[in-house]
């Protein structure tokens, strides 16, 4: 039995962005849709077919090319390295450039708390010089990768004491900004990143230089940061629509919406002149309740504290529709059967917005200010004669939209391939470059709540800065492990 859980855990070593994704696409595409389902029974038959289709058909299809390509693939390796503090001292002084220009033209923009909804974030991304707004989205969406590169170059690669205190120094700071953006704003990227840290110092790790214990030990660290962290996400937002600020309160693990309401109410002062539509609401509702009783302040503070509760309990959207990625795939199956379905249709509009970006800057802005900037868009508004901006997707929201279930198999391919060369790359090389390439894939397909098109895109978008860093330290190489059958 023990040798049988070692070659399992093994097997699972070689394989663990391939892991990591197929537990999210398990839960996003197949769990939480039948619980949605079943606990609100609505389109039970519906969602139960397109559960086991994505079981079968986009998960089981991913999980098989990616093994096929993992086995095949041709793994990049250094034939005549280079000394590494140059290459390595010039990538930490971009990532620590790139994280300081970052930080700056999100604060000046007030962009670092951005859930202020999608039509605040357009005008205000509209209103940025052009620049900065590059500066900052692709600092978003490249954080992960490069903070993971820079973990297995200090783990795997023999740099000097400076170079390496310095490295250390600004993935410290990096990983300080980049962390604390995240976890305000959203806790999927979030998720990402302490599973991309999780996966670097996996692949880094060397059984000849540290105990496996040790490698445990900083797994399990990095879980139970991100558990704390999306509690703190979740105070901070709560804070933010309950009392209007963030206090140094929202580190505490244990605060609930009512503890807030109640600073709030005790002190009406406590975010300046700030007042939200939910303390408002409270404070409507009270007086209302209270007037002519004889009682006093203490019907007052109870009647408060029973307005809030039913309050926040009427705001709070519930976890299962907030993951249930399937909704829009499952209200759309009857009316596209009869309307017949995309056949690709649906990726146009969205892509015109990058021809419009140098064309037609006018058209652009309209596009951007109406919101049409992504497939779900165009899915709903032609199955549901509705504009549905903001819903649960994932990569089979369009590809089923406009290739019915041929498009859960697409979707499994292109997943499968992403995949199985990353895990055998990451694996396996011992080009510094290619983990930077193959770190950035994995950042992309991990976050399983893109629409295909939208991956697609990204992965186009947001390459220049992985590709300039890996053809920077391409000839850097990584010390491994000496290399194991795949």
Not at 121 to 147: C, G, Q
Not at 223 to 237: C, K, L
Not at 476 to 484: A, E, N, P
């Amino acid at each position: 039995m023990k040798t049988i859980v070692l070659d399992a855990l093994t097997a699972l070593s070689h394989r663990m962005v391939l892991t990591a994704w197929t537990g999210i696409a398990t839960l996003l595409t197949v769990v939480f849709p039948l619980v949605y389902s079943f606990r609100n029974h609505d389109n039970t038959p519906i969602y139960l077919g397109l559960a086991v289709a994505s079981l079968i058909l986009f998960i089981a299809v991913a999980v098989l090319v990616a093994e096929i390509v993992r086995r095949r693939a041709r793994v990049p390796t250094v034939q005549h390295p280079v000394d590494p503090s140059v290459p390595v001292a010039l990538f930490i002084s971009g990532l620590a450039t790139y994280a300081v220009l970052f930080l700056y033209f999100t604060i000046k923009n007030d962009l670092f708390f951005r859930r202020i909804g999608f039509e605040g974030l357009v005008e205000r991304s509209l209103a940025m010089p052009a620049y900065e707004l590059i500066v900052h989205r692709s600092f978003m969406e490249n954080a992960t990768t490069l903070l993971c590169v820079t973990i297995v170059i200090l783990m795997a690669v023999r740099l000097s004491t400076g170079v390496r205190i310095y490295a250390i120094v600004v993935w410290l700071i990096t990983f300080a900004i980049y962390s604390s953006f995240v976890v305000t704003n959203n806790r999927f990227q979030s998720a990402i990143l302490y599973l991309g840290v999780c996966i670097a110092i996996g692949y880094a790790w060397s059984s000849r230089k540290w105990p496996k214990a040790y490698l445990l030990a900083a797994i399990i660290a990095v879980v139970g940061f991100s558990a704390y962290s999306f509690r703190v996400t979740e105070n901070m937002r709560d804070e933010i629509s309950i009392a209007g600020c963030i206090n140094v309160t929202a580190l505490d693990p244990t605060e609930t919406p009512m503890e807030i309401i109640r600073r709030a109410s005790d002190n009406p002062l406590l975010c300046g002149d700030v007042i939200t539509d939910i303390m408002a609401q409270v404070k409507a509702a009270t007086k209302a309740r209270v007037t002519g009783s004889s009682n006093g302040a203490a019907d007052a503070n109870a009647e408060r504290y029973a307005a809030a509760k039913k309050i926040v309990d009427e705001e709070a959207r519930p976890w299962d529709h907030r993951l249930n990625s399937l909704g829009l795939v499952a209200d759309i199956t009857r009316p596209a059967f009869s309307r017949g379905f995309g056949y690709g249709s649906f990726w146009i509009e969205p892509l015109s917005l990058y021809y419009y970006f140098f064309a037609d800057r006018e058209k652009y802005r309209e596009i951007k200010q109406s919101l049409r900037t992504n497939p779900k868009v165009y899915i709903s508004s032609r199955y549901l004669d509705t504009t549905i901006k903001d819903t649960p997707s994932s990569i089979l929201t369009d590809a089923y939209a406009n290739f019915f279930l041929v498009g859960f198999v697409i979707a499994g391919v292109l997943m499968g391939g992403i995949l199985g060369w990353t895990d055998g790359v990451l694996r396996s090389t011992t080009s510094a470059g290619a983990a930077v390439l193959a770190f950035f894939l994995m950042e992309k397909s991990l976050y399983a709540e893109k629409e295909m098109l939208t991956l697609i895109v990204d992965l186009l978008k947001f390459s220049p800065v992985p590709i300039l860093s890996a053809v920077l330290l391409w000839r850097v190489r990584l010390d491994r492990d000496v290399t194991v059958s795949r």
